[in-house]
């Protein structure tokens, strides 16, 4: 079956440390996107990617970082610029075209220890 | 630039009552609107959508219509159920290539016996 695939779904970090957050889709997508989703506050977006090789800051991309070397596959680096970086963490993807609905991933747990 | 505003929550309601989730949007242009439902502990599912005004979006007992003068897209549901409690989200996405989904903050409900 076709669908989103996060990993890990729970992650610890200790203060000063970078981590990377895996998302990986066989859904044949063009678009990725990463949210980050805090109580209260809805989803906000970090980065988004249309094509291979290319991507683009969300709203909060400070103390972030992704890279898009394979069509399937959209990391996100948690750096050690985050100030608060304990979240639920989600990816996204969708194919490009009007009105297309995104397809999420089961989310990532991050907290710092 | 394009926001969505959801009603302020939680919500409690008990079973078989009727629901609505009122849902408010600002876009510069002519978006597709959605609603997303979260589980607890897992990520987002599109529960449905509508592409233009006066569309109707529908699924598993919940509507919603595109109200282009009242730029509305309220959520409701004859009859919720236990199984309904988890918490939902308005989302907007313009139209183009470029286009990324905006949320609205969500809102939990809650369906007791």
């Known amino acids: 079956d076709g669908g989103i695939t996060q990993s890990p779904k729970y992650l610890f970090r200790k203060e000063g440390q970078n981590v990377t957050l895996s998302c990986e889709q066989n859904?044949?997508?063009?678009?990725m996107y990463w949210y980050r989703q805090d109580p209260g506050q809805g989803l906000r977006l970090i980065y988004y990617s249309q094509i291979v090789n290319d991507f683009q800051k969300g709203d909060i991309a400070e103390g972030y970082s992704v890279s898009r070397e394979k069509k399937e596959s959209f990391p996100l680096t948690v750096t050690s610029a985050q100030k608060n970086p304990t979240a639920f963490y989600l990816c996204?993807?969708?194919?490009?075209?009007?009105?297309?609905?995104?397809?999420f991933g089961s989310g990532t747990r991050l907290t710092v220890v | 630039g394009d926001s969505v505003t959801q009603m302020e929550g939680p919500v409690t309601l008990s079973e078989e009552a009727f629901l609505t989730i009122n849902c408010t949007y600002t876009a510069t242009g002519y978006p597709s609107l959605f609603w997303y439902v979260q589980y607890p502990g897992e990520g987002l599912q599109l529960l449905l959508k509508a592409t233009k005004a006066d569309d109707k979006g529908s699924n598993k007992g919940f509507e919603a219509t595109y109200r282009k003068e009242t730029t509305s897209f309220h959520l409701e549901k004859g009859s919720v159920q236990v199984s309904d409690s988890a918490v939902y989200f308005c989302a907007l996405s313009e139209s183009g290539a470029n286009s990324k989904l905006t949320f609205g903050k969500g809102i939990t409900l809650s369906v007791r016996p």
């Open positions: 859904l044949n997508h063009d678009a």
């Open positions: 996204a993807s969708r194919p490009l075209g009007q009105g297309s609905g995104y397809t």
